[in-house]
């Protein structure tokens, strides 16, 4: 893969920027540290921000999605910015009928069950995501560039993960249908995935055309599944997304919950950088995913509240053993739970920055 930070057109310089030396696997100035869902509901200011406003609604609302994005940044001087957006965006954005429900996740009006479904289903057009590019070109403006540039981090859902809000027509337990499909009628299935995973090139494409300096890619939901389903059904088209992206010349960061057992299949998709959940330490998880790949982890969000002194050896833990991978940048295990005390992540940082 070419140089990582730097690609023509609207990228920035961001090259000594901690978060992409460290996915090189370089020792950067200072270990790099951001954290999944660093933007939301455990910040006051996000809350005031958002009242009134549906969750869609701010992630189609170029200036209202930058200043959210950016609200964690200059709370705790984290070492990236990622994208205000959610994983059904690029859905709504084709016309599919989703919906997030307050205290449910997506809603899907018609599930995707049949292959006349499949058929059926819309192609997204890049301009039905031009306000979450317009979001990415404000961002890059505010987020700096050269030594104190922050890079900005876009995202998208993988196919396995947004086939299960479809075919569930929301968030399932056990992902009973989707594995009924999957196994009864692979044909269906494969031309689902394979829809999916165009939609959500397009999706990344934009947003790396406007500017943003590192892609992840959530597989929230594969952890429901065996290596050997995950294999079958779900790896061809991970890697699809995933090497479609290889010429934007940016990492490509890979993150399931869950995931233990599928870590080694997940880095053969193709990403610079594996994200791990807090199930496996990180020196055991390197050795899974192999060399040459850098892991991102794996604080359990749930630790946050356990009080300092937890939370401070923990995180000296989780730095030690990240040492044994290509490279490290440090995260929780999953995202930020919607109490937590910002000022606990606040001190995360200090320390992350301070080992």
């Known amino acids: 893969m070419g140089d990582l930070a730097v690609v023509s057109g609207a990228r920035r310089e961001l090259r000594d920027a901690p978060l992409l030396a460290a996915i090189r696997g370089e020792r950067p100035a200072r270990p790099p540290v951001w954290f999944m869902r660093q933007a939301g509901r455990s910040l006051p200011e996000y809350r005031a921000l958002r009242q009134g406003t549906e969750m869609l609604t701010a992630c189609f609302t170029p ?177 699809r997304v995933l090497a479609g992206l290889a010429d934007a010349g940016v990492p490509r960061i890979h993150f399931g919950v869950g995931t233990g057992e599928l870590l080694g299949a997940m880095a053969e998709a193709g990403a610079d950088m594996v994200g791990v959940d807090w199930r496996v330490p990180l020196d055991v998880a390197a050795g899974r995913i192999g060399p040459g790949k850098a892991v991102q982890g794996n604080l359990d969000p749930s630790v946050l509240f356990a009080g300092q002194d937890v939370v401070d050896a923990e995180v000296r833990r989780i730095m030690a053993e990240g040492r044994a991978a290509h490279g490290h940048v440090f995260n929780l295990g999953h995202g930020v739970l919607p109490e937590t005390d910002p000022d606990v992540l606040s001190r995360v940082v200090e320390l992350v920055h301070s080992l």
């Not at 306000?131 to 396995?160: D, Q």
């Not at 086939?163 to 337990?173: I, K, M, N, W």
């Not at 999957?182 to 995935?193: G, I, Q």
């Open 63 to 239: 200036d209202l999605a930058c200043e959210i994005t950016l609200q964690p940044v200059r709370r705790y001087g984290v070492d990236a910015a990622i994208l205000f957006s959610d994983i059904v965006v690029p859905l709504k954005a084709a016309g599919i009928g989703v919906e997030i429900v307050p205290g449910t996740g997506p809603v899907v009006a018609e599930p995707v069950r049949s292959a006349a479904d499949v058929a059926a289903l819309p192609t997204l057009e890049p301009e039905a995501v031009a306000p979450v590019a317009e979001a990415v070109r404000l961002l890059t403006a505010e987020l700096g560039s050269g030594p104190s540039g922050t890079p900005l981090i876009g995202f998208a859902g993988a196919p396995f993960t947004c086939a299960s809000y479809l075919v569930e027509g929301g968030p399932s337990r056990n992902h009973e249908r989707t594995k009924a499909l999957m196994h009864s009628d692979p044909d269906t299935w494969h031309a689902l995935l394979d829809h999916l995973a165009e939609m959500t090139l397009t999706f990344l494409r934009a947003q790396l055309a406007a500017g943003v300096d590192a892609v992840q890619l959530f597989d929230s939901w594969a952890g429901a599944l065996s290596e050997r389903d995950y294999r079958r059904f779900v790896l061809p088209h991970s890697a």
